[in-house]
C-alpha cells in the first residue's frame, strides 16, 4: 500500500506564500506523475499542477507565474510552492501519485485559506 501525507496548508493573506508538500512512502514501484488538485466547497475538484516522470509540468492557467511544482525523487516528495496567493486559492489541496497500470493514490488534503 502507499500512503501520500501532505502538509504546509495554513491561513495566509493575499499575497502570501504558503509551500505545500506530499510525501510518499509504502510500497512505490513506479511514479509516473504527482498531481496537485484543488476543491474548494462547492466545486469540482480541478487539477493545479503536474509534473511527470520525465520532469516535465503542467499548471492550470489562473495559477501560472504564482505556482511552482518540484520534486525530491531522493524523498519521494513533491511540493507546491505557491505565491501571490489570492481569495480564490482557498480550497482544500490533494496531492495525487499515478503508479501507472492503473494504479493511483491520493492523499488526505490540506487546508489553504487565503483571507485578510
Known amino acids: 500500500q502507499v500512503q501520500l501525507v501532505e502538509s504546509g496548508g495554513g491561513l495566509v493573506q493575499p499575497g502570501g506564500s504558503l509551500r505545500l508538500s506530499c510525501a510518499a512512502s509504502?510500497?512505490?514501484?513506479?511514479?509516473?506523475?504527482m498531481d496537485w488538485y484543488r476543491q474548494a466547497p462547492g466545486q469540482l475538484r480541478e487539477l493545479v499542477a503536474r509534473v511527470t516522470k520525465g520532469g516535465d509540468t503542467y499548471y492550470r492557467d489562473s495559477v501560472k507565474g504564482r505556482f511552482t511544482i518540484s520534486e525530491d525523487n531522493a524523498k519521494n516528495t513533491v511540493y507546491l510552492e505557491m505565491n501571490s496567493l489570492k481569495p480564490e486559492d482557498t480550497a482544500v489541496y490533494y496531492c495525487y501519485l499515478d503508479g501507472g497500470s492503473g494504479l493511483g493514490w491520493w492523499g488526505q488534503g490540506t487546508q489553504v485559506t487565503v483571507s485578510s
Open positions: 509504502g510500497r512505490i514501484f513506479s511514479i509516473y506523475r
